[in-house]
């Protein structure tokens, strides 16, 4: 079946950084757009990126765009997220998820991000 | 980007229908036909529920249906069961080539 786990969360200092893995099987990884979505405690969800399937084409939020990284690499079925200058308001639980025509789904159980001193 | 626009709660008895809407702008929900839904429940991960405006994932109980007028996108669920207590969420892509989601609306079923 299609899954995906991500890893990589964790706890560190605002301004630091933090690289988020997501492994994907049960289906073509190649094929498909890939996406990161959060959600900070308690709050609603939050797009954050997406990268094309080859890797070619790639958009971010405002709110992270020029701080945060995404990318793939389809040999290893992986998607990643490289997060720098991070801020206390991008604490949240973040999620990897395949993109269905202009939907997300599945979506992987989200790996928490915390940022504090 | 703003978020879309959701009522917080929604609340309905067993058995009734309730409606759940999104509004956003022209630069998104009214000019697209990508519109999406999703239902979260506590604790865990989002589930995609209707996408491209009217659409149901397989597996998705045919009690879901998704309609679009305008720049406002509605959810209606039919035959509310206590299993659909939950958050729901819509998301649309932009004209900027990126996703906005709405604010979130929580489900009550009384």
């Known amino acids: 079946q299609v899954q995906l786990v991500e890893s990589g969360g964790g706890l560190v200092k605002p301004g630091g950084s933090l690289r988020l893995s997501c492994a994907a099987s049960?289906?073509?990884?190649?094929?498909?757009?890939m996406s990161w979505i959060r959600q900070a405690p308690g709050k609603g969800l939050e797009w954050v990126s997406y990268i094309s399937s080859s890797g070619s084409t790639i958009y971010y939020a405002d709110s992270v765009k020029g701080r945060f990284t995404i990318s793939r690499d389809n040999a290893k079925n992986s998607l990643y997220l490289q997060m720098n200058s991070l801020r206390a308001e991008d604490t949240a639980v973040y999620y990897c998820?395949?993109?269905?025509?202009?939907?997300?789904?599945?979506w992987g159980q989200g790996t928490l991000v915390t940022v504090s001193s | 980007q703003s978020a879309l626009t959701q009522p917080a709660s929604v609340s309905g008895s067993p058995g009734q229908s309730i409606t759940i809407s999104c509004t956003g702008t022209?630069?998104?929900?009214?000019?697209?036909?990508?519109v999406s839904w999703y239902q979260q429940h506590p604790g865990k991960a989002p589930k995609l529920m209707i996408y491209d405006v009217s659409n149901r994932p397989s597996g998705v109980s045919n009690r879901f249906s998704g309609s679009k007028s305008g720049n406002t996108a509605s959810l209606t669920i039919s035959g509310l069961q206590a299993e659909d207590e939950a958050d729901y969420y819509c998301?649309?892509?932009?004209?900027?080539?990126?996703?906005?989601f709405g604010t979130g609306t929580k489900v009550t079923v009384l």
């Open positions: 049960g289906f073509t990884f190649s094929d498909y757009y």
């Open positions: 998301s649309s892509y932009t004209s900027s080539s990126t996703l906005v």
């Open positions: 998820a395949r993109f269905v025509a202009a939907g997300v789904d599945p």
């Open positions: 022209s630069s998104d929900v009214g000019g697209y036909n990508y």
